[in-house]
């Protein structure tokens, strides 16, 4: 199996995980492996600073609306060991 095939049903949970948690925002799921964050916010309405110009691609990004307030929701599928040290390295900038 390759990552990309995990995407979709990576996607289905984290959209059926968001609106049993979110009932009253509008929930937001992506495949957004293939561009950069700030890019896909965006295409959504949000302008994040933090992201802006940061060549970061999400494989699977939820986003959680509500009126002028967002949380965004990341899940990453990888085969590499390296991973986590990658990860933590995203969770620092974001």
Known sequence: MREFDLYPPMCEWLENYLKSKYKR?????VDA?????DR???KHG???????GI???ID???IVKNND?????FIEAKKD?????RFRSIMGVL
Do not use: C, M, N
Request: proline letters at 3%; glycine letters at 2%; zero cysteines.
């Open 25 to 29: 925002s509008e929930i937001i799921v």
């Open 33 to 37: 492996h293939s561009e950069r964050l």
């Open 40 to 42: 896909v916010l965006l």
């Open 46 to 52: 949000i302008v994040y600073d933090v992201a802006t």
């Open 55 to 57: 060549d970061i691609q």
């Open 60 to 62: 699977v990004l939820g």
């Open 69 to 73: 307030k967002f949380k965004l929701f």
């Open 81 to 85: 060991k390296t991973y986590p040290k």
